[in-house]
């Protein structure tokens, strides 16, 4: 064997999973394995970077029982590492009454979920706390935060054997890895392989469907915590915020566009291979057909920076385009997507032979790594 474990993928659940397999049996060899050139290069180094507080996701999910554990671990190595982070807190905000039973339903659940310190405030209320945010009701959820997620992993990769430029093509129930140079041998392989996790996996099972989250940065600062709708809840995906960074900028965002590639963090860039698995699937059209009216909105806030902004003026009045500096950052989220249509709403992780596969570990998955990277090991070692 070249190594008793293997993990292919250096984002950060990857790299979690590696250093909790080490934890767990010290004496085997640990080898982190990515195509790319540097750590973090996907959805760990383009995404909001918050540390999510487990308020959206249905009480026994695996989402729901990572979320608050991880958010509770990374605080935790962030300061032990001095890595930049913040505990600004969230408002998920009802802009008019017709949202209010949606806003009960994410109390009920935040609530079932053990969100720490959540509460319910008035529009008053609001409005003494952020003084520029307008709404009829919010929710408050003080332990939510943001942190610097490339950081994180960069930290988790210098106590690791991380192998960079190894792309890989194939990985055998067996435990062989197979790719462009060669191949690897194990006793056990882990793949989190994030957008390109359903190549890699065996068997049937849902496929990765690539969506564009594109941001717009202010001038300055509006609000002191992130700001969130109340999100649509046939979707898993929260709407246009606004989210403070550790850097100490602003950012707007995100969107949550069906793109022409994986890597697509600029409009431009379409793969072909890329686009015809998508086209192809027919849970994409199944989706497209229930949320086409959905898709049109997200393409129009693409393509004009106008109605972007107008998304986030229904609870931060006083925005208009003049408060954006021009800056566009974008990520991609990797979203399993099934074949009758239904976007997958929970992590999935299940096994081939000796070989363990992340098939959907979208947010918040960055928040949960370390709780995440338990449940993963413990199922790894436990066969």
């Known amino acids: 064997m070249d190594a008793d474990l293997v993990v292919v993928g250096a984002g950060i659940v990857g790299l979690a999973v590696a250093r909790e397999l080490r934890r767990r049996r010290p004496g085997d060899s ?20 918050v540390i999510h507080g487990g308020v959206y996701y249905p009480p026994g999910s695996l989402k729901a029982r990572l979320c608050v554990r991880g958010a509770r671990m990374m605080y935790e190595y962030c300061a032990a590492h001095d890595i930049p982070h913040s505990r600004c807190g969230k408002l ?17 659940r935040g609530r079932a979920n053990r969100v720490p310190g959540l509460r319910r405030i008035t529009g008053a209320e609001l409005t003494e706390i952020e003084p520029n945010v307008r709404g009829v009701a919010a929710l408050h959820a003080p332990d939510t935060g943001i ?13 690791l054997d991380v192998r960079l430029g190894v792309d890989v093509r194939r990985v055998d129930p067996s435990g062989a890895v197979e790719h462009a140079g060669g191949r690897l041998t194990a006793r056990r392989v882990v793949v989190c392989a994030g957008l390109w996790s359903d190549r890699l996996a065996a068997g049937k099972g849902p496929r ?8 717009l940065r202010l001038r300055a600062p509006v609000t002191g915590h992130m700001i969130y709708p109340v999100p649509d809840p046939r979707l898993p995906f929260l709407g246009v915020h606004v989210t403070p960074h550790v850097d100490g900028h602003t950012m707007l965002g995100p969107t949550a566009l069906l793109a022409p590639a994986r890597d697509a963090y600029t409009l431009n860039r379409w793969r072909p291979r890329d ?8 849970g994409t059209w199944r989706l497209g057909r229930r949320f086409w009216r959905t898709g049109l909105h997200e393409l129009r806030m693409a393509v004009d920076r106008r109605a972007f902004v107008r998304e986030a003026a229904r609870y931060v ?46 947010s918040p998955a960055a928040t949960s790594a370390f709780a995440l990277a338990e449940e993963i090991a413990g199922r790894v070692l436990a066969g």
């Open 30 to 49: 640990v080898v982190v394995v990515d195509r790319a050139d540097r750590v973090a290069a996907h959805q760990t180094g383009h995404n909001s970077g």
């Open 92 to 108: 998920i905000v009802a802009a008019d009454d017709s949202e209010l039973t949606r806003l009960e339903a994410l109390e009920e």
């Open 147 to 159: 942190a610097d997620f490339a950081a994180v992993a960069r930290s988790l990769a210098s106590e």
């Open 208 to 215: 990765i469907v690539p969506f564009r989250g594109a941001y």
């Open 275 to 282: 686009l015809w698995q998508t086209a192809t699937w027919p």
């Open 317 to 362: 009045p006083s925005l208009t385009t003049a408060d954006l500096d021009g800056t566009v950052h974008a990520g991609v989220r990797a979203q399993a997507l099934g074949r009758d249509g239904a976007l997958v709403d929970d992590f999935v992780i299940d096994r081939a032979g000796v070989v363990t596969h992340v098939r959907n570990a979208p």
